[in-house]
């Protein structure tokens, strides 16, 4: 079926702006990659999963300007001994980044990838991306395997002594930055993943990631805090038989952000759980969408998504668990909801199931509301101040989705940074 023509014309215009890298083992899937963005075409405010949320911004031949952030506030995740991999602007920093040689992981820059015929990394980049392209299409993420010009490629073949953190610093104002990873967890092996940063003005990046057998990988993020940046991010996770994946996405600021999570528990008794909080305010746009697809026995997933909205701001969350046929004993949760600080901000969502399997236990709701009067009331009364008692009540609020984070004093870090950016907002 042919594409209308302005979504045609609009998608050749980005399309004239982009060069696709030397592509060595990479070249099959990115011209695949191609033809999926001509054949779909960018995202418009008609199509189905974008009716909630503007991509023109992200589809423009030109990224928007965006101001760079300064503050002197402390990286985050800087307490932590972690291996550090830095991006300035989507261009990988040797300077800036540490040794990538580490027991138990091998980090291959993706260039490295393109100039080599023979990599495990041909088995996977876009592979998952392609899928994942089904019942739902993301032409982003399409665009994205075409065109990344950066990127890497962690092989995990046991235990790292320490965390893997992607560190992106947003430098230009006219930074328009395509990242693209891919993430290999062998079986018994586990990694965890952190990143951080806001990346470019206008940042695109997906993320492939593997889950072999009995392999484990924890994902930490945290987006901001510039107020200007456009962000459109992508997961792609595929788990085996008693697997593990577990992400939390902490998002502060940025006029516009979509973040995409796609996972597929193909392995028996495999977990997966995704999760997110977010801080809004003013001119600003979050949108998680998510599509949980169970295709074996007795696994289990979660989606957790808490946002807290004032001053307009808007919030977004599209949330599918499929269970199919012969995936008995799935047990499914989904649960997003808002807390709205004013009358102007709003949040829209659209939880869905899908299921046919006959042995499962699947739920989801959502709900969205203003702070609890009776529990601010009983805080005052007892000498807290308002905006005190009001935070005290929001991270309360926020606090089912960061207990998703396994490592405690992950999941302190980010409490730590959410009174500090709440306090500032006062």
Known sequence: MALPQAKQTATEERLATLTMPDAGCTR??????????????????????WKYTRPDTLNSAEAPTAAVFHSDE??????????????????????????????????????????????????????????????????????????????????VTGKPSKPINLIY????????????????????????????????????????????????????????????????THMFTRLGTESVYKSFTLTV?????????????????????????????????????????????NCESRQVFKKVLRNGATGVFQGKILVKEGAQKTDGYQISQSL???????????PELEIYADDVACSHGSTS???????????RSRGVPTADATDMLTLAFLAEAVDEIEDDRLAEDIVTRLQAWLARRR
Request: aromatic fraction near 6%.
């Open 369 to 379: 509301g203003a702070i609890d009067e009776t529990a601010l009331f009983y805080l």
């Open 253 to 297: 600021n940025g006029v516009l952000t979509r973040n995409e999570q796609v996972v597929e528990l193909t392995g028996d008794n495999a977990v997966a759980h995704v999760a997110g909080a977010c801080v809004g305010d003013g001119d600003f746009h979050h949108d998680d969408t998510v599509f949980v697809t169970h295709d074996a026995v």
């Open 169 to 232: 610093h947003h430098t230009s104002e006219t930074s328009d930055a395509i990242l693209h990873h891919i993430v290999r967890v062998e079986p018994g092996a586990e990694v965890t993943i952190l990143e951080n940063g806001p990346a470019a003005s206008r940042f695109n990046k997906c993320m492939e990631i593997d889950i072999a057998d009995g392999g484990t990988l924890h994902h930490v993020r945290a987006q901001g805090r510039d107020w200007e940046r456009r962000a459109a």
């Open 74 to 155: 402390a990286e985050m995740f800087y307490a932590f001994d972690r291996l550090k991999i830095v991006f300035v602007d989507g261009v990988f920093s040797p300077e800036a980044s540490d040794d990538l040689s580490q027991d138990g992981v091998t980090i291959d820059r993706l260039e490295d990838i393109c100039c080599k015929d023979i990599h495990w990394g041909k088995e996977l980049y876009g592979v998952l991306e392609a899928k994942g392209q089904s019942p739902v299409p993301r032409p982003l993420a399409a665009l994205n395997t075409a065109f990344a010009s950066d990127g890497v490629a962690i092989h």
């Open 28 to 49: 099959k899937a990115r011209e695949a990659a191609l033809a999926r963005v001509r054949e779909m075409g960018l995202p418009g405010r008609r199509d189905e999963y």
């Open 340 to 350: 709205l600080l004013d009358d102007d901000s709003q949040f829209l969502a659209k």
